[in-house]
């Protein structure tokens, strides 16, 4: 897997680390629980298909808007759910989820698997494997305008593996080589701008991460000026898929990976783990999270976002249902 980012381009150049000796990292502990949805159809509630002919489905992705609520790309239903913030609420009832149902709101069709929302509450849809396409919907006048991905550096929308919102425009991660500029800052089509890896968040400069040797994960990285820095991240257990690498603020670096260890009977998993580390700009680890919510056979497109201020929100499918959960930054 290769992803591109950017924002971490002090380190030394060529540095290879496992973590820089210093203070001891920052446990970032038990997640807070932003919501709870029920398997169902109903007010609050969350649509799941159990796949007998073909892929188990469920909620695709999530996003938080603008104004702080939180948007769940309800696939199987064709609609998205939105839920707002208890406020002091929250206080009489801490016991609580932090967030409560609010509304739905129908979209064109059930095979979305991406959502973002604009600072103008427009929906930024993608349907990359029917449509091949990406939608922009006024929830309000029901507007809609759509967009073929299809194009330079995309040659079909299978490839597409995320969708990229920067302060310059609309992103398409395409097989995790490079990315595509498809829109501008105003959801506008624009002409397209092919970069290795994926933009950064913060300053300009990329980032390439794969799976390396000894079970680790290896990460590199080039800023604006700078020559190619790298890092070797390296667990107690081997990292079998990375999930998520992005910058952060302060030009900080996120790793977020799912690692497991096989059973003797080299068949099954004795143990897994969805785990993260925040690294400073020296490639000391600042700060780790951990979750025992891994992949489940209910596919997802998004299962981690990394907010502005660095905190971290994971979609973790349940028997019960869905739950998002939120670690505070470093």
């Known amino acids: 897997m290769r992803v591109v980012v950017s924002g971490v381009a002090v380190l030394t150049a060529a540095l290879c680390l496992t973590g820089v000796a210093g203070a001891q990292p920052r446990d970032l502990g038990k997640p807070v629980v932003l919501l709870t949805a029920s398997w169902g159809q109903g007010p609050g509630q969350l649509g799941r298909k159990d796949g007998s002919e073909g892929s188990s489905l469920g909620p695709m992705s999530f996003t938080v808007a603008p104004d702080g609520s939180l948007?769940?790309?309800?696939?199987?239903?064709?609609?998205?759910?939105?839920?707002?913030?208890?406020?002091?609420?929250?206080?009489e009832a801490p016991q609580e989820a932090a967030y409560t149902f609010d509304r739905f709101i129908s979209v064109p069709g059930t095979t979305f698997e991406e959502i973002e929302v604009g600072a103008d509450g427009r929906l930024l849809l993608l349907d990359r494997l029917v449509r091949e396409a990406l939608v922009v919907l006024d929830p309000v006048t029901r507007d809609t305008e759509e967009l073929s991905v299809l194009g330079a550096g995309i040659p079909e929308g299978g490839g597409v593996m995320a969708v990229l919102v920067r302060k310059d425009g609309v992103w398409l991660d395409y097989g995790r080589e490079h990315s595509v500029r498809v829109l501008d800052s105003s959801w506008n089509p624009c002409e397209r701008k092919i970069v290795p890896g994926r933009p950064l968040r913060g300053e300009d400069g990329t980032l390439e991460a794969s799976l390396g040797v000894r079970g680790g994960a290896d990460v590199r990285y080039e800023g604006t000026g700078d020559g190619p820095r790298s890092l070797f991240v390296l667990d107690d257990m081997p990292v079998g898929r990375l999930i998520d690498v992005t910058d952060g603020p302060g030009g900080l670096l996120l790793v977020v990976y799912h690692c497991w260890r096989w059973a003797e009977d080299g068949d099954s998993l004795s143990f897994q783990e969805v785990r993260g580390r925040w690294y400073d700009k020296n490639g000391q680890i600042l700060a780790t999270l951990s979750s025992p919510h891994t992949i489940t056979p209910i596919e997802q497109f998004r299962e981690i976002r990394v907010l502005q201020d660095g905190s971290v929100v994971q979609m973790a499918f349940t028997p019960e249902g869905v739950r998002l959960l939120q670690w505070g930054g470093p």
């Open 71 to 91: 948007y769940v790309l309800d696939q199987v239903n064709g609609r998205v759910a939105v839920f707002r913030p208890r406020g002091l609420e929250n206080k």
